[in-house]
Each structure stands twice: as C-alpha cells, then as structure tokens.
C-alpha cells in the first residue's frame, strides 16, 4: 500500500546530448510503496530518466530528490538504501548464485536501521527470484533469464527502500514473468519499484501509477484508470440472440446490457464485454502525442536545437 511519502521528487528535468534535447521538462514524483511505471516508445527518454534518478549520469537542468537527497551528491549511506540493477556481475562468472548474493549482502549490513534489517537472507532471496535450484550453481552456467533474475536479486539483496528496474522482464519466459510479477507484487508496501516495461499488460498488472514519456516530455501521469478516462474508450459488447452475433460499442455498457436483458431476457447468449485496455489508452495517447508534434513544426525543430 503506497503511502503519502514523496520517495522521488523530480522537477523541470532537462537532458541535452550535444545539440539534441532527450528530456524536456520532465516532472513527476513517486510515492512510498508505490508501482510505478515508466512507458515510452523506443528512444522516448526512459533509460536516461532512470540513469540520472540512479545517480550514474548527470542532469543538465532541474531538481531530483531521491529519497531526500540529489542523487548526483549520493553518499554511501544514500546508495546502500536504492536498489539499482547492473548487468556487470555477469563477468562475475565463477562466482555462485548464493555465494555472490551471501558476499555482497555483507556489504548492506553496516546500513541497517531499528525498522530495516539489511540484507535480505541469501536463501530467502534466491528463492523469491526463483533461483533456488541453480543457488550452488557458477554464474555463467546460467541461462540468460536465470542471469536476469540474478541481476534483480542483487539489486534487492540490500533490501532498498527504493529499486530501479529498467526493462526487468526483457527475454523472461511467461513462467519467469509471472515469477518476477509476484515478486514484486510481494514487495509493495515496503519498497518503492520504479519499472519501464513495453509489456502493458505488465504494467497494467503492477502499476500503481503510470508515467507516459514521448519525446523526451510527459504526456500522461496516473493510475491505469485515470489514463483510461482521459481517453475515450468505448466498450465493447458481443452477444448471440436468435442464432446471430451482435456486437455494440458503447462508454456506457452496463446499462446497454440491462437494457439487453430487459428485452431480450434468457434468449441472449455468449455476452462479453471488453473493456478499453491500458494498451488501447497508451496507443491512443502516443498517436496523440505525435499528431500534436507534427503540428508544432517549430517546437519540433526547437527540439532538435
Ligand atoms: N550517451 C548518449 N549520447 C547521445 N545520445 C544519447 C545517449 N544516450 C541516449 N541518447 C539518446 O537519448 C534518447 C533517449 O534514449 P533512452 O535510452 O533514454 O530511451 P528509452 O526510452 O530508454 O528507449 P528504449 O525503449 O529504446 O530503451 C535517444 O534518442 C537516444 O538516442
């Protein structure tokens, strides 16, 4: 359960490579306890919001307040308590699952407070990833999806109060996402999760809130149902009366239904209805998003400036 606790602060963001402007005012914050999902079409600007927020690249305009303090002033202390996932442990081949976990626990336990116990215990944790099997195993034994659960076990064995996960179920199997999905979902409450994910049933499933970036700006903020209703969704209803299919669209299906059966009684048959999906609203949005750049020709030029 999220609480009111601003976790992530970040305001006026700006990010310009050379000439080129990636991240245009972006603001946004996140809760204690909070899901919250990072979308974006491919090069919209979600590795490098993560990145500066992780403290490894530095801004080149705006506030960003990580657990208080401005990550690119991050101590130790800061550090031990954000959770972030690199894939450089991999050249760690010879070490073994429980080993390297049980190794960079240690590190965390000088950082526990009288609420946080750091680390998280080896076995505990090799089992929530879903690694128990391949505990004793060398790292470079294990599979690619079986790495990719290590990579987040690491950046959990330190129990952060707040983890970045960019793109953690990228080449999982539908058994490992379904894993990985409860394991966060086992986390919220205690740790603020902050995911980009092109998967929007994922994000539809986890999300507390969603953030929506294109073209280095935000062009939605909210829960899976707000974005929903900024977006005329209709649903839509199918049914079978007298041996034929019908299908209806409509924004107001529960009393089309009632009507349905006022009239038609037991005789209807097969009804569904399908509700507008996150993945309807999101295309939605970013079809939006872009007529709305094409038609600012001198903004998109600015952009490039
Ligand atoms: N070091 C860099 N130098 C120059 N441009 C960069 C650099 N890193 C990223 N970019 C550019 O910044 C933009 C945003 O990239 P970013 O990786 O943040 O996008 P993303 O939303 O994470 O994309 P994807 O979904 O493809 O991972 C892209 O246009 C990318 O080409």
Sequence with gaps: MATSRVVLDVGGLRMRYGTTDVLRDVSFQAYQGEVLCLLGPNGAGKTTTIEIMEGFRMRSAGQVEVLGEDPARGDERWRARVGVVLQSWRDHGKWRVRELLAHLGRYYAAYSTPSIARPWDADRLVAAVGLTEQAG???????????????????LVGRP??????????????????????????LAGETTVLLTTHDLAEAERLADRIVVLDGGRIIADGTPGQLAEQIAGEDEVRWRHDGRGHRHTTRESTPFVRGLFDRYGAAIEHLEVRRASLEDTYLSLVRHAETRAEAEPRNQEGRLR
């Design 161 to 186: 109060e707040l983890i970045f996960l960019d793109e953690p179920t990228a080449g999982l199997d539908p058994v490992a996402r379904r894993g990985f999905h409860e394991l966060i979902e086992g």
């Design 137 to 155: 195993r060398k790292i470079r034994t294990l599979s690619g999806g079986q790495r990719r659960r290590l990579d987040v076990a690491i950046g």
